[in-house]
Protein backbone atom coordinates (compact mmCIF):
# COMPACT_ATOMS: atom_id res chain seq x y z
CA UNK A 1 0.00 0.00 0.00
CA UNK A 2 2.77 2.18 0.53
CA UNK A 3 4.68 1.81 -2.44
CA UNK A 4 1.37 2.54 -4.58
CA UNK A 5 -0.03 5.40 -2.32
CA UNK A 6 4.01 6.92 -3.16
CA UNK A 7 3.83 5.87 -7.13
CA UNK A 8 0.05 7.75 -7.20
CA UNK A 9 1.76 10.90 -5.61
CA UNK A 10 4.89 10.80 -7.78
CA UNK A 11 1.70 10.74 -11.21
CA UNK A 12 0.09 13.63 -9.40
CA UNK A 13 2.82 15.90 -8.60
CA UNK A 14 4.15 14.81 -12.31
CA UNK A 15 0.68 15.85 -13.73
CA UNK A 16 0.76 19.16 -11.55
CA UNK A 17 4.36 19.69 -12.54
CA UNK A 18 3.48 19.23 -16.18
CA UNK A 19 0.49 21.49 -16.26
CA UNK A 20 2.76 24.80 -14.49
CA UNK A 21 5.33 24.24 -16.99
CA UNK A 22 2.94 24.48 -19.79
CA UNK A 23 1.02 27.28 -18.64
CA UNK A 24 4.40 29.52 -17.42
CA UNK A 25 5.15 28.59 -20.44
CA UNK A 26 8.55 27.01 -19.85
CA UNK A 27 7.53 23.89 -21.89
CA UNK A 28 5.60 24.44 -24.95
CA UNK A 29 6.28 27.62 -25.72
CA UNK A 30 4.52 30.14 -28.07
CA UNK A 31 6.59 30.15 -31.27
CA UNK A 32 8.31 33.59 -31.90
CA UNK A 33 10.34 33.06 -34.82
CA UNK A 34 8.27 35.85 -36.35
CA UNK A 35 7.65 38.35 -33.59
CA UNK A 36 8.67 38.51 -30.15
CA UNK A 37 4.92 39.74 -29.70
CA UNK A 38 3.56 42.79 -27.34
CA UNK A 39 3.71 42.98 -23.71
CA UNK A 40 0.46 44.70 -22.83
CA UNK A 41 -0.06 47.89 -21.11
CA UNK A 42 -2.96 50.09 -19.49
CA UNK A 43 -4.04 52.87 -22.61
CA UNK A 44 -6.16 55.30 -22.36
CA UNK A 45 -6.18 55.15 -25.94
CA UNK A 46 -8.38 52.58 -27.37
CA UNK A 47 -9.78 53.42 -30.31
CA UNK A 48 -8.52 52.42 -33.33
CA UNK A 49 -8.34 55.88 -35.89
CA UNK A 50 -5.87 55.24 -38.42
CA UNK A 51 -3.74 51.94 -39.63
CA UNK A 52 -1.88 50.77 -42.77
CA UNK A 53 -2.00 46.78 -42.54
CA UNK A 54 -0.15 46.75 -45.80
CA UNK A 55 -1.90 43.74 -47.26
CA UNK A 56 -1.10 42.99 -50.86
CA UNK A 57 1.92 43.60 -53.44
CA UNK A 58 2.53 45.96 -55.27
CA UNK A 59 2.56 49.85 -54.80
CA UNK A 60 2.01 51.71 -51.79
CA UNK A 61 -1.42 53.07 -50.54
CA UNK A 62 -1.42 56.50 -51.64
CA UNK A 63 -4.61 57.54 -49.92
CA UNK A 64 -2.31 57.29 -47.34
CA UNK A 65 1.39 58.03 -48.19
CA UNK A 66 3.43 60.54 -50.05
CA UNK A 67 6.96 60.10 -51.45
CA UNK A 68 9.03 62.88 -50.05
CA UNK A 69 11.76 63.35 -52.64
CA UNK A 70 12.86 67.16 -52.75
CA UNK A 71 16.25 67.26 -51.61
CA UNK A 72 17.02 69.94 -49.71
CA UNK A 73 18.37 73.30 -50.47
CA UNK A 74 22.85 72.38 -51.78
CA UNK A 75 21.92 69.28 -52.86
CA UNK A 76 21.70 66.93 -49.86
CA UNK A 77 19.55 65.69 -47.07
CA UNK A 78 20.82 67.12 -43.31
CA UNK A 79 23.56 66.09 -41.91
CA UNK A 80 25.63 65.00 -44.73
CA UNK A 81 23.64 62.31 -45.67
CA UNK A 82 24.24 60.51 -49.17
CA UNK A 83 21.27 58.75 -50.55
CA UNK A 84 18.04 59.89 -52.81
CA UNK A 85 14.71 59.50 -51.77
CA UNK A 86 12.55 58.24 -54.20
CA UNK A 87 9.49 57.15 -55.50
CA UNK A 88 10.13 54.15 -57.45
CA UNK A 89 8.86 50.53 -56.41
CA UNK A 90 12.56 49.74 -56.03
CA UNK A 91 12.63 51.61 -53.05
CA UNK A 92 9.46 50.58 -51.18
CA UNK A 93 6.24 48.38 -51.86
CA UNK A 94 4.16 46.17 -50.64
CA UNK A 95 5.20 42.63 -50.61
CA UNK A 96 3.47 39.15 -48.88
CA UNK A 97 1.42 41.76 -46.69
CA UNK A 98 4.53 44.10 -45.24
CA UNK A 99 5.88 46.87 -46.64
CA UNK A 100 9.50 46.78 -48.05
CA UNK A 101 11.25 50.51 -47.63
CA UNK A 102 14.64 48.92 -49.54
CA UNK A 103 18.07 51.00 -49.37
CA UNK A 104 20.45 50.08 -52.48
CA UNK A 105 23.68 50.89 -53.39
CA UNK A 106 23.48 52.05 -57.34
CA UNK A 107 23.94 55.04 -59.04
CA UNK A 108 21.35 57.42 -59.78
CA UNK A 109 20.59 60.77 -60.68
CA UNK A 110 17.74 62.99 -59.83
CA UNK A 111 17.13 66.73 -59.35
CA UNK A 112 20.98 67.79 -60.94
CA UNK A 113 22.64 65.31 -58.23
CA UNK A 114 24.18 62.11 -58.92
CA UNK A 115 24.19 59.82 -55.94
CA UNK A 116 25.61 56.30 -55.52
CA UNK A 117 22.79 55.12 -53.01
CA UNK A 118 18.56 55.00 -53.05
CA UNK A 119 15.90 54.75 -50.55
CA UNK A 120 12.39 56.25 -49.43
CA UNK A 121 11.07 58.36 -47.38
CA UNK A 122 7.32 58.48 -46.74
CA UNK A 123 4.98 60.99 -45.22
CA UNK A 124 1.31 59.73 -43.98
CA UNK A 125 -1.60 62.38 -45.16
CA UNK A 126 -3.08 61.65 -41.83
CA UNK A 127 -2.04 63.58 -39.15
CA UNK A 128 -3.58 63.88 -34.91
CA UNK A 129 -3.18 65.28 -31.56
CA UNK A 130 -2.49 62.63 -29.11
CA UNK A 131 -2.71 59.15 -28.86
CA UNK A 132 -0.87 55.75 -29.37
CA UNK A 133 1.24 54.48 -31.63
CA UNK A 134 2.46 51.02 -32.54
CA UNK A 135 4.51 49.57 -35.66
CA UNK A 136 5.18 46.24 -35.67
CA UNK A 137 8.43 46.42 -37.77
CA UNK A 138 11.84 44.80 -38.42
CA UNK A 139 15.23 46.70 -39.21
CA UNK A 140 17.46 47.03 -41.91
CA UNK A 141 21.40 46.29 -40.90
CA UNK A 142 24.89 47.20 -41.92
CA UNK A 143 27.08 50.03 -40.80
CA UNK A 144 25.63 53.17 -42.55
CA UNK A 145 22.55 52.80 -42.35
CA UNK A 146 19.97 54.81 -40.51
CA UNK A 147 16.49 54.01 -40.64
CA UNK A 148 13.92 55.91 -38.99
CA UNK A 149 9.99 55.77 -38.06
CA UNK A 150 8.87 59.60 -36.40
CA UNK A 151 6.54 62.55 -36.01
CA UNK A 152 7.21 65.88 -37.35
CA UNK A 153 4.55 68.70 -37.00
CA UNK A 154 2.41 69.26 -39.83
CA UNK A 155 3.45 72.47 -39.84
CA UNK A 156 6.93 72.52 -40.67
CA UNK A 157 8.46 74.45 -43.09
CA UNK A 158 10.04 72.80 -44.93
CA UNK A 159 10.16 72.08 -49.28
CA UNK A 160 8.69 68.84 -50.39
CA UNK A 161 7.34 68.01 -47.26
CA UNK A 162 3.31 66.77 -48.07
CA UNK A 163 1.78 69.12 -45.38
CA UNK A 164 3.90 71.93 -46.61
CA UNK A 165 2.69 71.64 -49.98
CA UNK A 166 -0.51 71.78 -48.74
CA UNK A 167 -0.13 75.47 -47.40
CA UNK A 168 0.54 74.44 -43.48
CA UNK A 169 4.64 75.04 -43.27
CA UNK A 170 4.77 77.96 -41.19
CA UNK A 171 7.38 77.04 -38.57
CA UNK A 172 10.64 76.10 -38.80
CA UNK A 173 12.64 73.29 -37.08
CA UNK A 174 13.28 72.62 -34.40
CA UNK A 175 10.66 74.78 -33.23
CA UNK A 176 8.09 72.82 -34.87
CA UNK A 177 8.88 70.26 -33.01
CA UNK A 178 10.06 66.45 -33.64
CA UNK A 179 8.94 62.80 -32.44
CA UNK A 180 11.61 59.80 -32.72
CA UNK A 181 10.00 56.58 -31.75
CA UNK A 182 12.53 54.75 -33.16
CA UNK A 183 16.14 55.63 -34.78
CA UNK A 184 18.27 52.43 -35.07
CA UNK A 185 22.31 53.06 -36.66
CA UNK A 186 23.69 50.18 -38.46
CA UNK A 187 27.09 50.90 -36.86
CA UNK A 188 25.22 50.14 -33.15
CA UNK A 189 23.24 47.25 -34.15
CA UNK A 190 20.37 46.37 -31.80
CA UNK A 191 20.13 49.22 -30.04
CA UNK A 192 17.22 51.11 -31.09
CA UNK A 193 16.63 54.96 -29.61
CA UNK A 194 14.23 57.42 -29.06
CA UNK A 195 14.06 61.19 -28.62
CA UNK A 196 12.26 64.48 -29.08
CA UNK A 197 13.84 67.82 -30.31
CA UNK A 198 12.70 71.24 -29.85
CA UNK A 199 13.63 74.48 -29.32
CA UNK A 200 15.36 73.48 -25.90
CA UNK A 201 17.25 69.93 -27.23
CA UNK A 202 17.60 69.39 -30.83
CA UNK A 203 20.19 67.95 -33.55
CA UNK A 204 23.69 66.99 -32.01
CA UNK A 205 22.62 68.80 -28.83
CA UNK A 206 19.64 66.96 -27.71
CA UNK A 207 19.24 65.74 -24.55
CA UNK A 208 15.82 64.03 -24.23
CA UNK A 209 16.13 60.71 -25.64
CA UNK A 210 16.74 57.04 -23.81
CA UNK A 211 17.10 53.71 -25.62
CA UNK A 212 17.96 50.33 -25.76
CA UNK A 213 19.29 47.10 -26.56
CA UNK A 214 16.69 44.55 -28.15
CA UNK A 215 16.82 41.19 -29.93
CA UNK A 216 17.86 40.81 -33.20
CA UNK A 217 16.51 44.00 -34.12
CA UNK A 218 17.19 42.99 -37.98
CA UNK A 219 15.93 39.65 -38.06
CA UNK A 220 12.82 39.66 -35.56
CA UNK A 221 9.53 41.72 -35.47
CA UNK A 222 9.36 44.05 -32.22
CA UNK A 223 6.42 46.24 -31.73
CA UNK A 224 7.52 49.99 -31.39
CA UNK A 225 4.98 52.15 -29.61
CA UNK A 226 4.61 55.75 -29.11
CA UNK A 227 1.70 56.46 -25.72
CA UNK A 228 1.52 60.76 -26.09
CA UNK A 229 -0.58 62.48 -23.94
CA UNK A 230 -1.10 66.01 -23.05
CA UNK A 231 1.22 65.09 -19.97
CA UNK A 232 3.72 63.06 -21.62
CA UNK A 233 5.35 60.96 -23.89
CA UNK A 234 6.14 57.29 -22.95
CA UNK A 235 8.71 55.33 -25.52
CA UNK A 236 8.73 51.45 -25.23
CA UNK A 237 9.87 48.17 -27.35
CA UNK A 238 7.72 45.13 -26.83
CA UNK A 239 5.96 47.08 -23.83
CA UNK A 240 9.32 47.60 -22.28
CA UNK A 241 10.09 50.87 -21.89
CA UNK A 242 12.77 53.06 -22.23
CA UNK A 243 12.63 56.72 -22.21
CA UNK A 244 9.56 58.82 -20.83
CA UNK A 245 9.32 62.82 -21.67
CA UNK A 246 7.67 64.98 -19.51
CA UNK A 247 8.86 67.92 -18.89
CA UNK A 248 8.04 70.12 -15.81
CA UNK A 249 7.48 73.41 -17.26
CA UNK A 250 5.54 72.75 -20.30
CA UNK A 251 6.34 75.87 -23.26
CA UNK A 252 6.64 76.91 -26.50
CA UNK A 253 10.72 75.82 -26.10
CA UNK A 254 9.92 72.50 -24.37
CA UNK A 255 6.88 70.93 -25.34
CA UNK A 256 5.56 72.03 -29.10
CA UNK A 257 3.44 68.85 -28.93
CA UNK A 258 0.05 70.16 -28.47
CA UNK A 259 -1.03 69.97 -32.44
CA UNK A 260 -1.19 67.67 -35.50
CA UNK A 261 2.06 65.80 -36.28
CA UNK A 262 2.56 63.30 -38.91
CA UNK A 263 4.21 60.14 -39.38
CA UNK A 264 7.47 59.45 -41.73
CA UNK A 265 9.17 56.20 -42.73
CA UNK A 266 12.68 56.19 -43.77
CA UNK A 267 16.19 55.19 -44.74
CA UNK A 268 19.05 56.98 -44.52
CA UNK A 269 22.75 56.48 -45.59
CA UNK A 270 25.18 58.29 -43.23
CA UNK A 271 28.75 58.68 -45.35
CA UNK A 272 30.35 55.93 -43.28
CA UNK A 273 28.49 53.67 -45.24
CA UNK A 274 30.04 50.14 -44.95
CA UNK A 275 31.75 49.97 -48.88
CA UNK A 276 30.36 46.15 -48.95
CA UNK A 277 26.87 47.24 -48.27
CA UNK A 278 24.41 46.40 -51.06
CA UNK A 279 20.70 46.39 -49.95
CA UNK A 280 18.79 46.10 -47.02
CA UNK A 281 15.39 45.90 -46.19
CA UNK A 282 12.92 47.84 -43.52
CA UNK A 283 9.92 45.60 -43.35
CA UNK A 284 6.54 47.18 -41.32
CA UNK A 285 4.03 44.35 -40.52
CA UNK A 286 1.41 47.68 -39.83
CA UNK A 287 1.13 51.06 -38.51
CA UNK A 288 -1.81 51.54 -36.32
CA UNK A 289 -2.98 54.65 -34.01
CA UNK A 290 -5.28 55.00 -31.51
CA UNK A 291 -6.77 57.44 -29.86
Not at 123 to 140: D, M
Not at 212 to 239: C, P, R
Amino acid sequence: MTKRVLTYKRIITGVLLFLYLAFTGTICPQDDSDSFGERPRDSAFNTLVWSDEFDGAGPIDSEKWFHQTQLPPGGSWWGGLIQHYTDREDNSHLRKGYLNLVAKKELFEDQGEIKQYTSARLNSKFAFTYGRVEIKAKLPEGIGTWPAIWLLSKNINEDGAYWDNQGFGTVNWPTCGEIDILEHWGKNQDYVSSAVHNASSYGHEVINLGGQNILDASNKFHIYTLEWSEEEMVFSVDGVTHFKYEPSDKNSDTWPYDSDYYVILNIAIEPDIDPGFIESTMEIDYIRIYQ
